[in-house]
């Protein structure tokens, strides 16, 4: 007679238990003691010397409390460079995002040849700023670019503007420049995101008689507020910091207009009054103003911004 077959319960999964409160610390060591070394020192150093006016030359310093913080504010340069940023960060957040998810919602198509257009869409990814900035100042340039070799060759030589001598068309040069940088980024997002959409609800929405601008605005964009929310903050940090390169490459901040370069933004005045005119204590205080700004904004988007954010199924 035949014996029924023993049933084992199954091991339990083998894993890892601290058993003291030390081990876990032990672990973490390495990487705060490289936060400390190279992030949180160098921030409290920064703050420091924001109250202080600083000679690095002479190594000198002397105690100014908030004046730096003070001069700046009421500073007309300073102003007129804090609102470019601000109309730089606004045009290309908001125009970045429409235009990648414009691009990201086409290449989510089922069409021939949609994998070669979706890699063309995500190489500028690959570039660095740098390099991204050297290719537009040749495609701009006055002289040689190939931009202006079109338009002398539709205008018969009359219209070739020096797009780096006049401020309005320097500015719209850097701002198209940062939006075209930032697109492979925020298509990469979409793109993943469009995918992953579920697709029984925008056919339902399909067979109830939606348009597909109805079903895109209706269905899809509620669906793709969380990932929205996301690169809305992300771009805007970029659009802060890493507009350095561009600006430097294509225009070094200028061409001057009224109080400033019209080009200049915050991180660049912050380079020129730190690595230029040695002005170090006025450089950290732009450090410490432009935290705040970042605490500002984070504060503000998980305020304000998650109130819109759509994380149903």
Same mark, same amino acid.
């Given at each position: 007679m035949?014996k029924?077959?023993?049933?084992?319960?199954?091991?339990?999964?083998?894993?890892?238990?601290?058993?003291?409160?030390?081990?876990?610390?032990?672990?973490?060591?390495?990487?705060?003691?490289?936060?400390?070394?190279?992030?949180y020192l160098?921030?409290?150093?920064? %703050?420091?010397?924001?109250?202080?006016?600083?000679?690095?030359?002479?190594?000198?310093?002397?105690f100014?409390?908030?004046?730096?913080?003070?001069?700046?504010? @009421?500073?007309?340069?300073?102003? &007129?460079?804090?609102?470019?940023?601000?109309?730089?960060t606004?045009?290309?957040?908001?125009?970045?995002?429409?235009?990648?998810?414009? %691009?990201?919602?086409l290449?989510?198509?089922?069409?021939?040849?949609? *994998?070669?257009y979706?890699?063309?869409?995500?190489?500028?990814?690959?570039?660095?700023?740098a390099?991204?900035g050297?290719?537009?100042?040749?495609?701009?340039?006055?002289?040689?670019?190939?931009?202006?070799?079109?338009?002398?060759?539709l205008t018969?030589?009359e219209? *070739?503007?020096?797009?780096l001598?006049?401020?309005?068309?320097?500015?719209? %040069?850097v701002?198209?420049?940062?939006?075209?940088?930032?697109?492979?980024?925020?298509?990469?997002?979409? @793109?993943?995101?469009?995918q992953?959409?579920?697709?029984?609800?925008?056919?339902?929405?399909?067979?109830?008689?939606?348009?597909?601008?109805?079903?895109?605005?209706?269905?899809?964009?509620?669906?793709l507020?969380?990932?929205?929310?996301?690169?809305?903050?992300?771009?805007?940090?970029?659009?802060?910091?890493?507009?350095?390169?561009? /600006?430097?490459?294509?225009?070094?901040?200028?061409?001057?207009?009224?109080?400033?370069?019209?080009? /200049?933004?915050?991180?660049?005045?912050?380079?020129?009054?730190?690595?230029?005119?040695?002005? /170090?204590g006025?450089?950290?205080?732009?450090a410490?103003?432009m935290?705040?700004?970042?605490?500002?904004?984070?504060?503000? &988007?998980?305020?304000?911004?998650?109130?819109?954010?759509?994380y149903?199924?």
């Amino acid at each position: 007679m035949l014996k029924p077959a023993q049933t084992t319960a199954p091991a339990a999964e083998d894993t890892a238990v601290f058993r003291g409160s030390v081990t876990p610390w032990l672990f973490l060591i390495p990487t705060l003691l490289i936060l400390a070394v190279f992030i949180y020192l160098p921030a409290l150093r920064t %703050l420091r010397l924001a109250a202080f006016q600083a000679n690095i030359i002479l190594g000198t310093e002397r105690f100014v409390g908030v004046q730096n913080v003070t001069e700046l504010l @009421l500073s007309p340069a300073y102003r &007129q460079v804090a609102l470019q940023t601000l109309v730089f960060t606004v045009l290309t957040v908001s125009l970045g995002l429409l235009c990648s998810l414009s %691009l990201a919602w086409l290449a989510s198509r089922k069409v021939r040849g949609a *994998k070669a257009y979706r890699l063309l869409l995500i190489y500028p990814y690959a570039l660095s700023p740098a390099i991204a900035g050297t290719l537009w100042l040749f495609m701009f340039n006055p002289e040689i670019g190939v931009v202006n070799q079109i338009l002398g060759s539709l205008t018969a030589g009359e219209v *070739k503007p020096r797009w780096l001598d006049d401020p309005i068309l320097a500015f719209g %040069l850097v701002t198209l420049a940062a939006i075209w940088k930032g697109l492979a980024y925020n298509i990469v997002f979409y @793109l993943a995101t469009i995918q992953n959409l579920p697709g029984d609800v925008m056919q339902a929405a399909e067979i109830d008689g939606a348009s597909p601008s109805q079903v895109f605005w209706r269905v899809a964009f509620p669906l793709l507020t969380p990932i929205t929310f996301f690169l809305v903050f992300t771009n805007i940090i970029a659009a802060l910091f890493d507009s350095f390169a561009l /600006t430097d490459i294509l225009t070094r901040g200028g061409p001057y207009f009224q109080n400033a370069g019209i080009t /200049t933004f915050l991180v660049y005045q912050l380079y020129q009054d730190g690595f230029v005119n040695f002005k /170090t204590g006025v450089a950290a205080a732009q450090a410490a103003l432009m935290l705040a700004l970042v605490a500002f904004i984070t504060w503000m &988007q998980f305020r304000v911004g998650e109130r819109r954010v759509h994380y149903g199924g």
